[in-house]
């Protein structure tokens, strides 16, 4: 058939046809060759300056070198808060194995814990930058440091990072005060600048280390480098060193903080120690507490279960957040309102019974002697503790006068100046009992209060400062933590009055209340005279705080008490009393008697004042910068 | 230019030496600025790794050699040898499709004794319009209907061979470069306008027998920031690329994206990418320039070809050459899926240097063996 059309084939027409076709395609090809110009006109003339940053942004990264934190010294240059260089396990998944071979080359080499594991798996699915390395294993042990580097040629995308951790080289005893930094969590990441701590391992959690945050973490360093696709660094453009954080100077002496905890042996309770002369805090103690480079490491699940779970509460801090009745401790301030508002006076008498009652036949407030003192005045009130004039002087005052005098001690709110988390304790009010019984105070409701119990609860760091308050007479400094911050003095700003003077009518008052403290101690019959004997003079004041309400008619007994329901143990006092140096108080938890605070307030003013330290505190010495 | 200059030119394009070598002086001028421009642009796009150039300079030779060696052979023998060659290399895809090597996931190729592979659809580039163009060389032109679907069942079949490889790129280099010839031939317009108009029919049915990476690259192509870490990264690069060289281009060897190693496949497919980044807009004018002067020359060959069948495949294997780079520029600028396609004659490697240059072979024994007017 082909052959038979063959015959009639125009080859002269043929070939105008694919002639034309071939101009036709050349036309197509120069069409098609603008669209390409078109295209590249579009993306390297209209669009270019996009593309040039998008280029940049590919090519410079920010790098931040995380700065050293800040140190943190005590009054003596001890340093209580260090940076140590640590070595961590990095890994940058884009080039390491996947995830079951790293497992089990890894394995043969270091210890990885299932959690570890668990907490890179997590990080692998959050938004990270590609060939950004995940810390895998911080804190390397020596030997398995020396280990892993030598096998670190085998495996792929597998580092050794050098950082810097911090270590808290005295431990439990300073762990509620100076507190502790650990691993940056998410939601620690919403209240800082998050540029900032890319790249850094800890934030402050706690204590010192949380409120001074922002000083001790100082300002990173940033390099603008350029990297390659594979994350890899090519060259430095531009560079910003980092500032190191700032280093605090603490009022804090270490070796009296130290002593203290010590001193409280194996009872829970707590010691708050205040330079009435500025309101630092010498020492402030919190017992039980727990080693805080536990995590700082990262602690573990259970070891943190153990310390949550513990029956003695070891990560409360009862200095700030314990609430107590102030009990005894409160008379003195008590005899001084009675005194400001006209209720009582130096020189009028009173015949303490056994007991005190509002209404014949009512209901009896026991006096802690049961046959009564007897004749007594104010003094005397103070010098025996004398329980029944106080139901006396409260019931006659009522509650408001109370409130006022008491809250220009600081009762009743949360006034230390640079930690955060100070519960406020309670100082009742007629107010307050309505919106939160909706009941009216009750004339019993001040009785009970005139001794510092009932409604009326208080923190350690709260009574020591009205402490503080008494000894300096009236010239209340609020607490504070921090002396200087890199040689400077610190500045506060976020409080209505760093110190201020409480006015009395007649300001020989304090003198006089300071005498009738004196007495406690010097006095034959005063409640603190085991502490007699000192060459300086003591003023204080005892307490014994009721943990279980006795009936009317049943005694304290000791003996046959479970321990958990012992009086807690109270004690206030400043030396030396004519010009005060240290203010101290001490609570015994269960103390049963006021003895145990006593004696440790004496001990640390022989410490304080005289440098009467046993032996094994000299390392503190030594560890001076 | 005066008439003196051009003259000498012309009568040096027409040298005797030339006519006994069958050499087309012009093509291989073309082609030789060409691949001397590829290589410089491989330098950098390699990283400046020297061996890299030299293997590419070893294969263009090998390429040069099977040009110049192919020229030898008049048109005549290659007509004749059509049928036989589509015949062999039909049986040949047939046997990849069945005992074919390959890599990820994809068999396009036959292990040959001695650790040898061999790529049948590579050469089915070339015979598929020797195939058609033979078709047409014995029968009147314009084709008629029964002519035209005859034409497209030899184009269909080993189209979807390769593309069942799968291997989307050659099959549809291979589908276009018998289409040309159909085209060529004079295929009415009408059919024309109604194929286009059944494109998006065919787009709907080509999806559905696509694999998943191919419709994930296609999805890819229409939205690529959806996964700007993973799909998405070679188009978002190449495009970044491109944009920030601008107008002149960072310089050479200084193009960030290129030297960082945040364009992929820099000194393969995406090698256009590098040019553009650091020679601008103004670089890859040039680059199209070279490209058009190597296909004007081909179509010059196609238009004065003696006969129907070298004026088919002359032409066909010239616009072949023109969808590589069209193709290649087109989805490395981002207006075509990524197909891996590389651009002719300038990626680094493949055995597509030798089948290209084969087909320049073609078209200069089409121009010098021509009987003299």
Redo the contacts between chains.
């Keep these: 058939m082909?052959k038979h059309?063959?015959v009639?084939?125009?080859y002269r027409q043929?070939?105008a046809?694919?002639?034309r076709?071939?101009?036709v395609?050349?036309v197509f090809?120069l069409l098609?060759?603008g669209?390409?110009?078109a295209?590249?006109?579009y993306?390297?003339?209209m669009?270019?300056e996009?593309?040039?940053t998008?280029?940049?942004d590919?090519?410079v990264m920010l790098v931040t070198e995380p700065p050293p934190r800040g140190l943190i010294y005590d009054r003596n240059g001890v340093v209580l808060a260090d940076n140590r260089p640590i070595h961590s396990l990095t890994v940058i998944p884009e080039r390491a194995a996947k995830l079951p071979e790293l497992k089990a080359s890894l394995s043969s080499i270091v210890d990885i814990t299932e959690e570890d594991w668990a907490e890179y798996e997590s990080k692998l699915k959050e938004y990270r930058r590609?060939y950004q390395s995940i810390t895998l294993k911080s804190q390397l042990t020596d030997d398995e440091w020396s280990k892993v580097s030598v096998d670190l040629y085998k495996l792929d995308g597998v580092q050794v990072e050098a950082q810097l951790t911090r270590y808290y080289p005295y431990g439990e005893a300073f762990a509620h005060a100076i507190g502790y930094v650990g691993r940056i969590t998410s939601r620690d990441l919403e209240r800082v600048d998050r540029l900032a701590y890319q790249g850094a391992l800890f934030i402050g959690k706690t204590g010192v280390e949380e409120y001074y945050e922002s000083t001790l973490f100082g300002k990173p360093g940033i390099s603008k480098v350029?990297?390659?696709?594979?994350g890899r660094i090519?060259s430095e453009i531009e560079r910003q060193n980092p500032t190191p954080g700032k280093d605090l100077h603490l009022y804090m002496d270490a070796r009296l903080q130290q002593y203290a905890y010590d001193l409280l042996g194996n009872y829970k309770g707590a010691v708050v120690a205040i330079d009435p002369n500025n309101g630092g805090v010498l020492a402030m103690v919190s017992k039980p507490g727990f080693d805080p480079n536990l995590f700082v490491r990262g602690i573990s699940i259970n070891q943190y279960a153990e310390l949550r779970d513990d029956k003695r509460l070891p990560l409360f801090n009862r200095a700030l957040r314990g609430g107590y009745p102030p009990a005894s401790t409160i008379k003195p301030f008590m005899g001084l309102a009675g005194l400001e508002y006209g209720f009582s006076s130096w020189s009028e008498t009173y015949y303490a019974r056994g007991y005190y009652q509002i209404n014949p036949n009512g209901r009896r407030y026991r006096d802690w002697k049961r046959g009564g003192h007897g004749w007594i005045d104010l003094e005397r009130s103070i010098i025996e503790s004398v329980d029944t004039y106080y139901y006396q002087l409260a019931h006659k005052m009522g509650i408001t006068p109370i409130h006022t005098f008491l809250s220009k001690f600081g009762y009743g709110k949360s006034s230390i100046l640079d930690l955060n988390g100070a519960s406020s304790g309670l100082l009742p009010s007629n107010e307050w009992k309505k919106a939160r019984y909706k009941e009216p105070w009750y004339p019993g409701d001040s009785v009970n209060v005139g001794i510092g119990q009932g409604f009326m609860v208080a923190t350690p760091i709260q009574i020591a400062t009205a402490n503080a308050a008494m000894a300096a007479r009236g010239h209340m400094y609020y607490p504070r933590m921090v002396d200087r911050v890199d040689g400077n003095p610190a500045v506060f700003e976020n409080d209505d009055g760093v110190e201020h003077e409480i006015k009395l009518k007649d300001q020989r008052n304090w003198e006089k209340m300071v005498r009738a403290m004196e007495k406690v101690v010097s006095d034959s019959r005063g409640t603190a005279r085991r502490l007699q004997g000192t060459e300086y003079k003591i003023a204080g004041k005892t307490g014994t705080g009721q943990v279980f309400s006795l009936a009317d008619d049943q005694e304290y007994d000791a003996d046959n008490l479970d321990k958990r329901l012992h009086d807690h143990a109270l004690f206030i006092g400043f030396a030396p009393s004519d010009a005060p140096k240290i203010a101290v108080f001490a609570i015994f938890e269960n103390g049963g008697s006021s003895s145990k605070p006593a004696d440790l307030t004496k001990a640390l003013f022989d410490a304080y004042l005289y440098n009467k330290y046993p032996e094994k505190y000299d390392y503190f010495e030594v560890q001076r910068r | 230019m005066s008439w003196q200059v051009y003259h000498r030119f012309i009568a040096f394009t027409n040298a005797r030496l030339w006519r006994l070598t069958h050499v087309d002086v012009l093509l291989l001028a073309a082609l030789l600025i060409l691949m001397s421009g590829g290589l410089f642009i491989l330098y950098s796009a390699s990283g400046q790794d020297v061996a890299m150039v030299e293997r590419q300079v070893l294969r263009l030779g090998i390429g040069m050699v099977t040009c110049l060696g192919l020229a030898q052979l008049p048109p005549k023998y290659m007509r004749r040898a059509s049928p036989f060659l589509f015949a062999v290399l039909v049986g040949l895809l047939i046997c990849v499709l069945l005992f074919g090597v390959g890599a990820k996931g994809a068999q396009r190729w036959l292990a040959l004794p001695g650790g040898l592979r061999f790529q049948p659809s590579e050469f089915m580039k070339i015979v598929m319009p020797m195939m058609v163009a033979w078709y047409f060389a014995n029968r009147p032109l314009p084709p008629k209907l029964k002519e035209i679907i005859t034409v497209l069942v030899i184009i269909a079949v080993p189209s979807l061979m390769v593309a069942k490889q799968p291997d989307l790129g050659t099959a549809l280099l291979v589908g276009v470069s018998g289409i040309f010839a159909l085209f060529l031939a004079g295929l009415g317009w009408r059919y024309i306008l109604g194929a286009a108009a059944a494109v998006p029919v065919a787009a709907y049915g080509l999806w559905q027998v696509m694999r998943d990476y191919q419709k994930q690259r296609v999805l890819t192509f229409l939205d690529p920031e959806s996964d700007p870490l993973g799909s998405g990264w070679n188009i978002i690069q190449s495009k970044t690329a491109i944009g920030s060289g601008g107008l002149h281009g960072k310089g050479y060897l200084e193009g960030t994206q290129a030297q960082l190693n945040f364009l992929p496949e820099s000194h393969t497919d995406f090698i256009i990418a590098v040019l553009a980044e650091e020679f601008g807009m103004i670089g890859c004018a040039m680059l199209m320039c070279a490209y058009l002067l190597v296909i004007a020359r081909g179509l010059y060959i196609a238009a004065y070809a003696e006969d129907n069948y070298a004026r088919l495949l002359a032409g066909s294997v010239t616009l072949t050459f023109f969808v590589y780079m069209f193709v290649n520029i087109g989805m490395v600028s981002g207006i075509l899926p990524v197909v891996g396609v590389p651009l002719p004659l300038v990626s680094y490697g493949g055995t597509s240097i030798i089948t290209i240059m084969a087909t320049f072979g073609i078209l200069m024994s089409i121009q010098t063996h021509k009987r003299a007017r």
């Design positions: 082909g059309h063959q009639f084939r125009n043929e070939h046809l694919t002639k076709r071939v101009v395609a050349a090809v098609m060759v669209v390409l110009m295209r590249l006109f993306l390297q003339v669009e270019y996009l593309y040039q998008k280029a940049n590919n090519r590609p350029e990297v390659n696709a594979r090519m």
